[in-house]
């Protein structure tokens, strides 16, 4: 790994952790900018950096998270999202590799979304209903976790979508 893929690795961690304390409270959970940093991540590191990145957020477990942190935040009904950054920003990189369509890098964020929500929503009603018990349906559980959520997911994949082809050329015309 180059130093400087090493600094975009880092920063974007880094952004990760500012985009936790950009919030909007909402239930048991709230609006960040997190995904929109792990998109990112993907498109302009690939799969593996983007990946990478959010480990080392994940990994940080400093309370930086949105609603603290330290080793006890495992048992909170969000963490499970944050565990999913890690595999959608792989999927991410995976699926928007060197392209600069904005339907391409759209659809992969959104793919990557799928993958959030695949990780986190399961988690959420564990630790709501087994550990907490909370007695939650599935209809519950997706207004907790994901259906007010969707319109701002929608935003931060069109932002990411517009901003990725530009600052991908930038990069590109820096390195040489």
Known sequence: MTTRKLVR??????LTAVG???KIPLGPSAITLQFFF??????????????LSQLIYVLLGLPIFTAGGGFSYVLHPTFGFLLGLIPAAWVIGRLARSTCSFWRIALAALAGLAVLYAVGL????????????KGMD?????????????????????V????TPPIRRALDNSAK
């Open 9 to 14: 690795t880092a920063l974007f961690a880094a």
């Open 20 to 22: 936790a304390f950009l």
């Open 38 to 51: 792990t998109a990112m991540a993907g498109c302009l590191l690939g799969s593996g950096c983007g990946a």
């Open 122 to 133: 399961p988690y959420m009603a564990m630790i709501l209903n087994c550990y907490m018990g």
């Open 138 to 158: 599935l209809s519950a559980i997706l207004w907790a976790g994901m259906l007010p959520f969707l319109p701002g997911d929608a935003l931060k994949i069109l």
């Open 160 to 163: 990411t979508a517009m901003l």
